[in-house]
């Protein structure tokens, strides 16, 4: 077992949840890809194991995930993501390139800070502040670089 389920054990265990086979299960996926993933792409890869799911059984088991600070969703990609530092529950800002549709996830609390702070002078109550950032990656950036010469 890889180091990130260990520490996603250990985490539903400080806060008393319950990690199921199910909601394992689909962890690992989103662990294995280290890139967004759909739910259709989890469902599909789950019916090539050890039997299909039922989607809204997924769907719960990714709401779950969410709600302990395991994964975090991407809207801009409508895909999931697993988090780089759950150990502490926090927002994330994320930097999606718009070719490969990698994603980087910053984990700035002053950007958070800012943003709630403004929006707060605004008169408006911030509900959620991911914030998705798009662009190139670096990798992608080389790539089209190299094919012009
Ligand atoms: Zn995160
Ligand atoms: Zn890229």
Redesign the pocket.
Known sequence: MNRAMRNAERICEEQQLQLTPIRRRVLELILERHAPIGAYDILASLKKGEGALAPVTVYRALEFLLEAGLIHRIDALNAYLACESPHDSHVGQFLI?R????VMELDDDVISEIVAKRARAAGFTVQMDDIEIKG??D??HTRAKNKRV
């Open positions: 390139c070719d490969c549709q990698r190139i990656c990798a992608c």
